[in-house]
């Protein structure tokens, strides 16, 4: 309504006064309600500017559309036409976004003045809800509902239509890289029937953006430093949009020379040489150029130059298409950190975030270390999100860091279910079922505590655990496991020989060396008793196992050191990296077992072939476990496993005793070995024919390795055979958790070896 | 990567107020406050009551392995005492070997505020977490 | 899944009850110590009558009740609500006072985020600015202290998480921070004690003697003070101002302000 200001000219002087304020035009607010907005009393005193006053704060409750204050006679008349009130706002016809989110996009609320301008809004509002869920060809209508004394209900009718699929994704241009491999790159997928699960195939403006820049990096990073993206574009026709790609390759380049030049006197440029990651020859790649400027700005700040700043200066040579790179140090602009702000942490502890700091208050601001306490907070996966920014300080030369954190719930209950054909020590496979209560924050101290129990067909598992990140205020991870395991062991024939319960539990200690590199230490107190099935015979068992079995029970104190070596790229689908560990054991600390276990793994993951995304897999390992004063325990041999060599049963090779040694082919105990050897080399690939956004990947592997050696008298098999297998896997990172299915056929075997072909093993945790 | 660069774990750490020598030349006594703002800049803090003192602190930390405590192993105070007539009177130095060895008060003045313990953080957490994340994908 | 079943807007009428049988019913609910139905009836006054002045003593109650019910944040929306409605009513003062009390009661302990005591204090600084005679403006302040007196605590955590690594000026920047900004606190001799350790430790033997030697004259028998002065005499010193006129601006800086 078009704003009416009247104001009657008051004739007497400036200020006047009113005998009584008369209220018309208002059918539902109350005439003292208006009176009070007013603000001027019967008596007092008023001026021009009052009334003006007054005007405006009626206007600011929205509930006028017109208002006019006149004065006659000793009276002051307020007339004002009331806007109608919306009592309630309904939606029809919407399933798939809630009425309850659809409330929080549009403006107007119960109790709002209403207009048609903010309804059409809205209106716009839900539609545009809809497009980015997917559903672009939504159609939404609005209506009202007069109701009684200026009241009025409104009403959106909203017609769904169903789900606006991505038909194609396809690219041009691209000759150095297929469209399969691009694909894979993008976020953007391409409609398949998973796709209303994972919901990854809704065209989204921000995200092709995104995707735009997912590309360029892709690029940047594999020697396409002309790399440009012409076009991206999507078109919708009958509810499917095919999206394009334009793109522009360009060269492949080659790093030309790398030079390091400084400014700053006393930082001797040799010495960081070995800093570089961008060597001349190889092909260009921006990644190694920032992880360069990193590894320089790091090492020049530990030499004392804070403020150095490093810049890479790059010059294209056209003709042999070589980047020849300068790496520029200078002295940057002297800035102090004068506090570090801390906000958001509602349950987290400020020192939880502060410790993450290599930087405190007062020292020179150094992005690096900023870049590296973002990583580690990311990493204690306590928030949604990180983020970090600088705000000028009280003086030029100082700066405030602000870390603001969004924190997210850290607590999971959570019920799990499995099946592997493959055993392992504290499980006898088939399907198993898991709950657990974690928290990984505490308290908000940045403790992890985790309760679980586990059940197999013949095994169950109770664990508690605890871990401090911070012992002693030092980066130590100090924490202790508590477990429970009983399990039934069944002979080839699958008839129950015995009964195994172990108790203990393990004091550990976690210490990074460095980023890369972890020791851990540990002791373990463990107590195992075993208990005959009673219509087991002697005739039934080989000796040395009955022996083992009248030890009853048995305990290990034994303490532990181990190196880790970790730099996969990506935990769950890793690509280029080394993860290698190291483990020494002696158990004899009091106790029955008195042995020295030694045992290495390592896994050197690395990118054969980037057009085909092509991972080879190379996997070493060994073990060798030696009794002190008597003969090794039967059951503190290795047992052979699928992490050993697949095409086995579980401890299916090695040294064996026959029940009845008299007979040749009577039943066989296997008994495990006192040392092993295992390799396994694998090249992981996407399966040709199946979209890949189905995330499945086809694997070919070989494994070799042998187990032999027992100090059990009377043992055969003990020689060192290798055995060997071939097979092919197939690997799915599925929504419902990583599932791996191998069939191997095993060439090289004893004839005593017990076989088996598949391996299949899928645990879900939801 | 070279193996050299991931073996060496030692880090150093240069904190405060970085000195830097030429600077000091351009502060001698009886140069105002401006120029001294002006050659070292902010000063890592003031007398505590009057800022007739302007202290330029600096430490230098080494860190073998990273879960190693870093361990002082160098400290410089630079103190900058003015007269009445905001002229630089006098440049204190003060170094490591003036540090003094001693165990703070444990005691803590007490304070108040809702904390939570461990069991309305689970219930909290699950309530205003909403459900555990559904396993097939997003809703 | 689950859609909600769309009303049927023909047979929807929404039969609309008088606004003072609501809002008795309302206040019974209310005294019965219902609150969940108290509110709802409120609330239906407000829908129904909005505007009137029962919506507005509705608002009021709605508050109240929420707050009772720890429901914090709908507290503070409605007495938000309430205060730019009717600011010159006589329960506009009530209102804020409500809303700084939901603030106040959401104050988490010191090493936790301090928004809301920062909430509380602008909160509550508004009842006793713009109703300085109200009779809520003594708690208010007392509100107000213990808010400000958790901002120093908060302070003095970091201070001391500093303190500890021995990053001095981390630490000594804190402790005056408290000293100058929260010297009307209960931390402020701590500040002080924290500030002779951190000098003393350093080795700056004149900066350790003024703190303590303004500890000594402001808080005499405070047990921090005991610590200072024998952590000084271990070293041979004894707390004494290094310049002359220096105590009294000290002092007046304490006491004064």
């Known amino acids: ?766 | 990567c070279n193996t050299a660069s991931t073996l060496n774990t030692r880090e150093t750490f240069t904190q405060g107020y970085v000195i830097d020598e030429q600077a000091l030349e351009l502060v001698p006594v009886g140069s105002s406050r401006e120029q001294v703002l002006l050659a070292l800049g902010t000063p890592s803090t003031t007398a505590t009551f009057d800022s007739e003192v302007f202290y330029y602190i600096s430490q230098k930390r080494v860190r073998n392995a990273a879960f190693m405590k870093p361990k002082l192993v160098d400290q410089q105070v630079l103190a900058v005492y003015f007269g009445d007539d905001q002229r630089v009177t006098q440049v204190a130095h003060y170094g490591m070997q003036d540090g003094k060895l001693f165990d703070f008060v444990t005691r803590t003045t007490p304070t108040g505020g809702k904390d939570q313990n461990f069991l309305t953080q689970m219930i909290a957490g699950v309530a205003r977490g909403g459900p555990p994340s559904n396993p097939l994908g997003a809703r | 899944c689950n859609a909600e079943k769309d009303l049927d807007l023909s047979t929807y009428v929404e039969q609309t009850e008088p606004a003072d049988a609501l809002y008795n019913q309302g206040l019974a609910n209310l005294n019965a110590g219902r609150m969940k139905e108290a509110i709802a009836k409120f609330e239906a006054v407000d829908r129904q009558h909005p505007y009137s002045e029962f919506a507005r003593k509705a608002l009021l109650m709605n508050t109240f009740a929420n707050y009772r019910q720890g429901q914090y944040q709908e507290a503070i929306n409605n007495g938000k609500r309430y205060v730019t409605l009717y600011p010159t009513s006589e329960d506009a003062a009530y209102a804020q006072y409500l809303i700084g009390l939901s603030h106040f009661r959401q104050i988490r302990e010191v090493t936790q985020d301090q928004r809301d005591a920062r909430l509380t204090i602008e909160a509550m600084q508004q009842v006793v600015d713009r109703w300085p005679d109200s009779e809520y403006v003594p708690d208010a302040q007392e509100k107000i202290r213990f808010a400000r007196d958790q901002l120093a605590g908060k302070e003095m955590q970091i201070g001391r998480y500093y303190l500890e690594r021995r990053e001095y000026i981390a630490a000594i920047r804190r402790f005056r921070g408290v000293v100058e900004n929260h010297s009307d606190t209960r931390h402020v001799e701590e500040a002080l004690a924290r500030l002779v350790e951190a000098y003393y430790a350093m080795g700056v033997a004149s900066e350790a003697q003024t703190a303590a030697a303004v500890l000594g004259h402001n808080y005499p028998e405070s047990q921090w003070y005991k610590d200072s002065y024998a952590l000084l005499q271990s070293g041979g010193l004894e707390p004494r101002e290094n310049t002359g006129s220096w105590i009294s601006r000290a002092a007046s800086l304490i006491t004064g302000s």
């Open chain 1, 1 to 766: 309504g078009a704003v009416a200001v009247q104001l009657a000219a008051v004739a007497s002087a400036e200020a006047a006064t009113v005998s009584r304020i008369e209220v018309r035009g208002n059918r539902r607010v109350d005439a003292d309600t208006i009176r009070t907005q007013v603000g001027i009393s019967p008596g007092e005193s008023f001026s021009n500017a009052d009334l003006d006053e007054a005007v405006k704060r009626l206007f600011a409750t929205g509930l006028f559309a017109d208002v006019s204050i006149t004065q006659s006679g000793g009276a002051l008349i307020v007339t004002v036409d009331e806007y109608a009130i919306v009592n309630q706002v309904l939606f029809q016809g919407n399933k798939k976004i809630k009425d309850q989110s659809l409330v929080q996009s549009i403006q107007l609320q119960p109790r709002r003045a209403f207009s048609n301008q903010l309804m059409e809004a809205d209106a716009e509002a839900i539609r545009e809800a809809y497009r980015r869920i997917g559903r672009d060809d939504a159609t939404v209508t609005a209506r009202v509902q007069e109701l009684d004394d200026g009241r009025v209900n409104v009403i959106y009718e909203v017609q769904e239509g169903d789900r606006t699929k991505i038909a194609t994704i396809n690219f041009v241009g691209n000759n150095a890289f297929g469209d399969r491999r691009l694909r894979d790159v993008i976020s953007t997928k391409q409609s398949n029937i998973f796709s209303f699960l994972l919901r990854n195939d809704i065209y989204d403006e921000n995200r092709l953006r995104a995707d735009e820049e997912a590309l360029r990096r892709f690029y940047f990073n594999r020697g396409y430093a002309d790399f440009r993206v012409i076009s991206s574009t999507a078109d919708l026709t009958d509810n499917e949009y095919t999206v394009t790609f334009t793109i522009d390759e360009g060269e492949r380049y080659r790093f030309g020379d790398v030079a390091i030049e400084s400014t700053i006197p006393g930082v001797n440029t040799d010495a960081l040489r070995s800093e570089l990651r961008t060597r001349s020859g190889s092909v260009y790649s921006a990644e190694d150029v920032e992880d360069t400027i990193v590894g320089l700005t790091e090492s020049v700040a530990g030499l004392g130059y804070a403020f150095a700043q490093v810049t890479p200066r790059g010059n294209r040579d056209f003709a042999n298409r070589t980047i020849s790179v300068v790496y520029a140090i200078d002295e940057g602009p002297r800035a102090y950190i004068e506090r570090i702000e801390i906000r958001g942490n509602n349950r987290t502890r400020d020192y939880v975030i502060r410790r993450e700091f290599d930087i405190s208050e007062g020292d020179a601001f150094n992005q690096v270390l900023v870049q590296r306490a973002k990583r580690r907070l990311d990493r204690l996966n306590f928030f949604q999100t990180v983020n970090i920014t600088t705000v000028p300080g009280s003086e030029p030369d100082q700066v405030v860091l602000v870390v603001d954190v969004v924190e997210k719930s850290t607590g999971e209950f959570s019920i799990g279910a499995g099946y592997t054909t493959g055993a392992s020590s504290s499980s006898g496979g088939g399907f198993s079922v898991e709950g657990s209560i974690t928290e990984r924050n505490f308290l908000g101290r940045g403790q992890f505590i985790r309760v679980a129990a586990a059940g197999g067909e013949d095994s169950r598992d109770y664990t508690f655990s605890f871990t401090e990140p911070y012992f002693l205020g030092r980066r130590i991870s100090a924490g202790f496991d508590i477990f429970r395991n009983t399990r039934t062991f069944s002979n080839s024939a699958g008839d129950k020989i015995y009964d195994r319960e172990a108790t203990g539990g393990t004091v550990r200690f976690g210490l990074p060396i460095n980023e890369a590199l972890t020791a851990q230490f540990a002791y373990n107190y463990t107590q195992e008793e075993y208990d005959r099935d009673s219509d087991v015979e002697n005739s039934d068992l080989s000796q040395a196992i009955q022996d083992a079995l009248d030890q009853g029970t048995w305990r290990k104190s034994s303490v532990s050191g181990s190196l880790i070596y970790n730099t996969i790229d990506d935990m769950q689908n890793p690509r280029e990296g080394i993860h290698a560990t190291l483990t020494t054991e002696i158990a004899g600390l009091g106790g029955d077992a008195k042995w020295a276990k030694f045992t290495a793994r390592a896994n050197m993951y690395q990118m054969l072939s980037e057009e085909l995304d092509l991972v080879g897999l190379l996997t070493v390992g060994g073990g060798h476990i030696v009794g002190f004063e008597d003969d090794l325990r039967v059951f503190d041999h290795f047992n052979s496993s699928d992490r050993i060599i697949r095409g086995f049963k579980y401890n299916g090779i090695g040294p064996y005793q026959l029940v009845d040694p008299t007979d040749p082919d009577s039943n066989r105990d296997y008994l495990g070995g006192t040392t092993y050897f295992h390799a396994t080399a694998e090249a992981q690939f996407p399966l040709p024919v199946v979209p890949e956004s189905f995330g499945i990947r086809g694997a070919v592997f070989a494994d070799a390795a042998t187990l032999y050696g027992s100090d059990v008298s009377g043992a055969e098999g003990t020689g060192m055979e290798w055995r060997a297998s071939v097979g092919a896997s197939l690997i799915w990172a599925s929504p419902f958790g990583p599932l791996r299915v191998d069939y191997a056929e095993p060439v090289v075997k004893e004839s005593t070896d017990r076989i088996q072909h598949w391996n299949f093993g899928i645990s879900t945790r939801f």
